[in-house]
């Protein structure tokens, strides 16, 4: 029995800076219930929205993005409700009928499967920019029990995405690669900051060969679309196989309890009362803001992956800088500045990001990376010698990943500033080994690195770079003594 998932993936546009159609901000996070409010959010008779220039550019950009052209108009739609955390008994959203027009109809997404490193496409039935409604906090026994509900507007009319899948996603683990990919493009591009707490919520939509759609609300994390969709499809698959019937429904994710459970029943599509908003005109994108949008769209983690890769940097190793927007941005930097692309991706997409990972620390979180001029300057000592990697790597990375903001001075071993001149030193106080060395027994170049290593005296010094030194002089020798 195959499985078939649509999502529909409700994303905010934290980064839209205001609200949609007013100028309360779109993160409102810390911040006193209703105190991030104004009448337009509130809904009160006479206030007139007005779409914010950010929103509707990174929406386009979101669109642009997933391969959608920019549309001629965007004309916004109300959809009628009745909810305490919609005051004006209305959302405005886009919808494709009675006169609507959505920022995308069409499109696809794409995303890397880690494993065969292909690209599979996922099509987009349409994304749509609406409002977000408020939030309901329930007292004690939540919304079954609570003795009362409160209402918090401050999320009110932030700018919000649903996009919308077909349903061409065939595993419960796709769909987590798929809305790993939708999040991670929309970072990339500036329009949402994932991290945020409650900046994504999904409904997904599974059904099995011979049985009808159910549709689970409510999942609000990745582990969790995963896990959701996996415990539907076993439920289905249970039912059916039993002689049973999976009829259309739509049913709750209880991520503690880690089951679905059914649902009230859904409006229907006449119920919502659809038309064309008259307090706002359609909306028609100038060529400025096309252009705008799409030079926004044009930054994907998959062209930043084909930069990386072009390098000489493996698939492997790129993906794990891509798939962290803070790594893959200090990792151009510094290879912008000089540093080897090679070394400074095993040092940022390999062993500092596991060190976060060891640490149980985000990787997608920039204020966990250290500065560029600390990168640049490990790699520096790395690449002359002043450092060997090992101990970048078993001495310096790890402290790093516990306090980025750490002065290198104070995690790093005192290093030898001068390998030349102690490798000069024991040239001259070894003739024995120096002669054993131009005799032919190559041996003796051990014994000398050795002896540097010695004379270090327990100051840091890359082995590598004492026997280059140490063979350049006594090549120099050979060629000059004879
Ligand atoms: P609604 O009218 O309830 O919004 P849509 O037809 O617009 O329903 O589809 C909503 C979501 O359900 C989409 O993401 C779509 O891909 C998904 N979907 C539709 N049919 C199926 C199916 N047979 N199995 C799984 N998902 C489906
Ligand atoms: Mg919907
Ligand atoms: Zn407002």
Redesign the pocket.
Known sequence: MK??????IHVQLTEAGSKLFCGCKSNYRGMEPNTNVCPVCLGLPGAIPVPSRRAILLSLASASAFRCAIPTAIVFTRKHYFYPDLPKNYQITQYEKVGGAPVCSGGEVEYLEPGSWEWRKVRL?RINLEEDPGRTVYGEGGILASSHALVDYNRSGVPLLEI??????PSPRDARLLVESILLTLEYIGAVNPRLEGAFRV?????LEGG????VKNIGSLQDVEKALAYEEVRQRRLLEAGGRVERETRHWDSIRGVTKPLRH?ET?EEYLYFPDPDLPPVIPGRRLAEEARALASKTPRRVLERITGLGVKIEVAWSLVSSKPAAQLYLAAVERGADPWLAARMLGIDYKGELREAGRDPGDPGNWPSLDKILDLIGYVERGVYPYDTVKGLVLPRLAMDPGVPLREVLPEAVTDPGRIVDEVLTSEPGAVEDYLRGRTKALNYLVGAVMKRAGGRAVDPRLVRRLLLERLEKMRGGGG
């Not at 919308?164 to 996603?169: H, S």
């Open positions: 499985a078939r998932i649509g999502l529909e039935r919308v899948t077909e349903p061409d996603i409904d997904a939509n599974i059904s009808d759609r159910v549709e859904k599509e």
